[in-house]
């Protein structure tokens, strides 16, 4: 009966060429197609961002291929082996930032990285995979909703990595660190009076929390609420990529005529606020084609995540997914003016190769998951 | 709720994740609505606003360069000044035919033919409406070429900008350094902010180590711009905006444009006269001077030679010459005053007869028979004095002042290595010296523990009693660097007090003027077990010059104030047992180096001074001569 519907499965879908490459690689041809188109989009734009400069975008070009190799490195790597490394990744993740926790004290912060040539690589890098992938591993044979005491260990599990980040300091990735491992919480099901037990005391804390803030992280809250009571100071950069994307309209200016970031008026244009770039010179469409081309690759991880076969699968895909689009509307909001400024980079756009060799990586393993799922009988 | 009761339900599980899945699908939703509302507010309901509000954005931010500091000598010579310069710049966007332009102005000699390709990838690189600098010094005639034919070249123009010059070019090239252009390492330790709008950094000496105080704090000013980015008209900068005392404008530098704070001047110890005198006595040698006031660690002349010439480098260097300065065989980039370790050879004696004696292997008046070698106890090994047929019966003085070989042999044999070490490490030797510039070298003192990480092999790792034999006369595995040498004479000239030595002894504040000095920094006192034996070192040391067959009597005949000395002549390349030592069939570069410490006036020291010259041959002949040149200067106006 099985092998019949299998036979069934294989003459129904003949496969061309290309497809067959596909297959072999285990790559996924909707999300690598999505993921190719919004790359060389972000290409495009950080010609007119970087000033016309050919060699920087060349540079971020070879960051893509080596981000994409990544990917294709990892798309070959089958689930249950990845579920088998879990631990292990995690606990070298754990290594290797007290390394760097240590190191960084004589080496003035220097050794943070690794010099790969293109790309320089942050140990926190790691974490960004390894803690959701640890989740996903303990969680694996568990009975869900996981109950009390798993949670508690899952939760020191995402904190003691973050806490070390954010020491670095590196608020923005222990911050996303913390997303992706709760994220896996959250969708394995974690119970809703938990829930709400965790908002009330964030809101509960947060008076305390004003109280040992510093000094510049008041500012920061405050500049949010208000941008225009300092508007050449902390205030400048929400202000100006506010005009950046309002003067752009519905069709924008045009390629390479965004006023606002050639004359230098919008800080870290090819980077954080690349968004309002695209806002600038392409206006309210290329902002909204670009915003769909992100909800294409996020549904198509999300659809991953459901049609995943195991509950490490499942939990996997759907943080891996859940997180990207976590990047997305952080930095479109905060570009905007609807959240503070934080120093997330706009996902696979912003020039700069950090977080895109694993961001890819993560897609690398979306696409494992799903080219290995075996044909059940229903 | 207590672990371990329930059991997987794969398909209750499956329905979980679904509904969570649907929820998030929900939010995302959500919030790409909420972001899609605000855009079209932004875009569409107030993009009118926001238009106008860009079409007035009209006024940039640029950045103003501070003024380096200057850096003058102890008596207020200026050592690297800022000049005007003329320099020829581009900017890329204003000319139509790159290549072409270039190919014409290094017709015109007005830039280095070699250097357009690299011009056009820097060209590459920037911003278009940026000035990329052609030629960064540009003399009268060249301006006077250009400025005729200026309506030839659009784009093109000469612009006045600060250069740093130093006056004493290859004079003080190693301990001053000299900057060169910014380059990705240098902004890797820089604050970038601060160095916006700044070309060139101190790249070695001086004006590496304190770039912070010399670079100063950069300013903004507000640039009226087309709608091309071209400037059109500089803001003033109010004086309400003028930085605050410790450099750091109130407020943000955005708000009104905030003048640059000039970097400062600093002020070294370094005597320029004694610098010139001691490049022009080693002229035509390879080697280093270091001169140091013993009663504060402050370097009074440091040079190594063959130098270079610093302004070179703050010019603009072609790769080519560049090139050619690293390919060059006597190595003139290299500081060997810092970096260069020599053999110490006799230099160390002094050191090492007080260690004889604080250790009480030796009294002062003791003799020892020097038949011309030394033999260790069941061994047919013989190590050798320089005088082959010995020095006979010599007490310390005698073995000091005729710089007896078998005097030390003997005695570092009975002292043994690890005391030896322990001495040397105390007084100086074997350990950076803790000067304010970048690149010292440690030296070595040898010890049984060097050893066993030093070599792989087991066999080798052990400490041999001969090894001890001849580090007792600097030779072995010992070496030092000129400073060190100078350090250590220093200490015994100071009787123990051990001055860290340094360059700079003050900076100026940059906004009144006033000398700040900087504190010495006293690295403890070296005490011995009778005070008296300072004094007899220095009398061995006296008797060098001074005395009947003191070493170097010939070449300080005559001083009008008292040296104690010592010379030095080390080894490079080793003899055969039974061969001779001739200066004229063996090859330049292994002849001996030849060294020479000293410190003077004996009873009261003011200077210590340590030469090194490579391949001399004899520290008495060539070494000791030069340090005399350098001392007489220092003494001339003197009476006393």
Known sequence: MIFEQTQAFETRRPLSLPGQLMRTLHLDPPLLLALVTLCAIGLFVLYSALGQNSDLVIGQGMRIGVAFAAMLILAQVPPSTLRSWAPWLFLAGLGLLMAVLFFGATGKGAQRWLDLRFIRFQPSEIMKLAVPMLAAWYLHDRALPPAFHHVVLILLAVFAPAALIAVQPDLGTAVLVVCAGMLVLLLAGLRLRYMLAAVVLTIAAAPVMWHFMLDYQRRRVLTFLNPENDPLGAGYNIIQSKIAIGSGGVFGKGWLNGTQAHLEFLPERATDFIFAVIGEEFGLLGLLALLALYLIIVGRGLYIAANAQDTFSRLLAGSISLTFFIYVIVNAGMVSGLLPVVGVPLPLVSFGGTSMVTLMGGFGILMSIHTRRKLLPT | ?640
Request: glycine residues 8%; hydrophobic residues 40%.
């Open chain 2, 1 to 640: 709720m207590a672990p371990g009761i329930r059991f997987k339900d794969p398909w209750g599980e499956q329905r979980l994740f679904f509904g969570r899945l649907l929820a998030a699908i929900i939010i995302v939703l959500l919030l790409v609505g909420i972001l899609v509302a605000r855009l079209v507010h932004l875009q569409v309901i107030n993009h009118v606003h926001f238009a106008d509000l860009s079409q007035d954005n009209r006024i940039r931010i640029e950045p103003v360069p501070p003024t380096r500091g200057l850096i003058y000598d102890r008596n207020g010579i200026v050592l690297a000044e800022n000049l005007p310069a003329y320099r020829l710049e581009m900017i890329p966007e204003q000319v139509e035919d790159m290549p072409a332009t270039l190919q014409a102005l290094a017709q015109l000699n007005l830039i280095d033919a070699d250097e357009i390709d690299r011009t056009l990838a820097l060209a590459r690189r920037q911003r278009r409406f940026e000035p990329v600098t052609l030629n960064f010094r540009m003399d009268d005639e060249q301006v006077a070429t250009f400025a005729v034919r200026r309506q030839h070249f659009p784009g093109v123009d000469i612009r006045a900008r600060l250069r740093r010059h130093y006056p004493f070019a290859g004079a003080t090239a190693h301990t001053i350094g000299y900057v060169g252009g910014l380059s990705a390492q240098d902004l890797e330790r820089l604050d970038r902010a601060n160095y916006a709008g700044t070309a060139q950094v101190g790249k070695v000496g001086v004006e590496r180590a304190y770039e912070d105080l010399l670079h100063g704090r950069v300013g903004y000013r507000q640039v009226v711009v087309n709608a091309r980015g071209r400037a059109l008209q500089y803001l003033e900068v109010s004086d309400d905006a003028a930085p605050s005392a410790n450099g750091v404008a109130p407020g943000n530098p955005r708000r009104a444009g905030r003048a640059p704070v000039p970097g400062q001047d600093i002020v070294l110890g370094l005597d320029i006269r004694l610098q010139l005198a001691a490049q022009e006595a080693m002229q035509g040698w390879r080697g280093a001077v270091v001169a140091i006031d013993p009663n504060s660690g402050d370097i009074l002349a440091m040079i190594s030679t063959p130098a270079f010439d610093p302004n070179r480098f703050s010019e603009g260097l072609s790769r080519r010459d560049y090139q050619a300065l690293l390919n060059d065989p006597d190595n003139p980039l290299f500081d060997r005053a810092l970096r260069g370790t020599y053999p110490p050879g006799s230099t160390i004696k002094p050191q090492m007869a007080l260690a004889f004696l604080h250790h009480n292997i030796v009294r002062p008046g003791d003799r020892r028979f020097c038949p011309g070698h030394f033999r260790l106890p069941g061994s047919s090994h013989r190590f050798r004095d320089w005088r082959p047929q010995g020095h006979g019966n010599v007490d310390l003085i005698e073995a000091m002042a005729q710089s007896c070989d078998v005097y030390f042999y003997a005695n570092g044999n009975e002292l043994g290595i690890d005391r030896m070490h322990e001495f040397m490490t105390a007084i100086g030797l074997g350990q950076v010296t803790g000067v304010d510039i970048l690149g010292e070298r440690p030296g070595l003192v040898p010890s049984r523990e060097w050893k066993r990480g030093a070599f792989r092999r087991r066999e080798d790792q052990a400490w041999f009693p001969g090894e001890t034999v001849i580090a007792a006369i600097g030779q072995g595995y010992m070496n030092s660097t000129a400073l060190q040498l100078a350090h250590s004479t220093a200490i015994l000239a100071a009787r123990g007090a051990r001055m860290q030595p340094r360059l700079v002894v003050a900076s100026t504040d940059p906004l009144n003027g006033a000398l700040l000095e900087i504190e010495r920094t006293k690295i403890s006192r070296l005490e011995l077990r009778d005070e008296h034996h300072w004094d007899v070192i220095r009398d061995s040391m006296v008797a060098v010059t001074r005395g009947q067959r003191g070493t170097a009597r010939n070449s300080m005949q005559g001083t009008s104030y008292v040296v104690a000395g010592k010379t030095g002549t080390a080894q490079v390349f080793t003899i055969g047992q039974d061969e001779v030592y001739d200066e004229d069939v063996i090859d330049e570069r292994l002849r001996d180096h030849a060294l020479f410490v000293a410190f003077a006036p004996a009873d009261a020291p003011e200077i210590s001074i340590a030469v090194i010259v490579e391949n001399g041959s004899s520290g008495a002949r060539v070494a000791a001569p030069i340090a005399r040149r350098i001392m007489d200067r220092y003494f001339e106006d003197r009476e006393l």
